[in-house]
Nanobody
Framework: QVQLVESGGGLVQPGGSLRLSCAAS????????IKWYRQAPGNQRELVAS???????YYLDSVKGRFTISKDNAWNMVYLQINSLKTEDTAVYYC?????????????WGQGTQVTVSS
């Protein structure tokens, strides 16, 4: 099993930056991708960035050039660097892992970290 814990959220002014962290534990060698989602009040959860074992990344169009996802070599930590924050980035940000489990796959979610962008 894989467990995820996010941290790094907070209140920041527009134009500011934050670095979110996702600490993975358990069967981390079985992870093949980690994704960051966010959910704003009244909205559906949306995928904002992902990274795979080979380093392939994906970004939601609206965050390209402002968000950067990265990881260490062993999946202990995954980061989401968020620059030039906008009020519309306000949301709870969740870390999500996809990993091999037995003959199939499982997923895991963290508890989320709140990002609030406001002047």
């Amino acid at each position: 099993q894989v467990q995820l814990v996010e941290s790094g959220g907070g209140l920041v002014q527009p134009g500011g930056s934050l670095r979110l962290s996702c600490a993975a534990s358990g069967s981390i060698l079985a992870i093949n991708a980690i994704k960051w989602y966010r959910q704003a009040p009244g909205n559906q959860r949306e995928l904002v960035a992902s990274i795979t074992s080979d380093g392939t990344t994906y970004y939601l169009d609206s965050v390209k050039g402002r968000f950067t996802i990265s990881k260490d070599n062993a999946w202990n930590m995954v980061y989401l660097q968020i620059n030039s924050l906008k009020t519309e980035d306000t949301a709870v940000y969740y870390c999500h892992a996809h990993y091999v489990y037995g003959l199939g796959y499982k997923t895991a979610w963290g508890q989320g970290t709140q990002v609030t962008v406001s002047s």
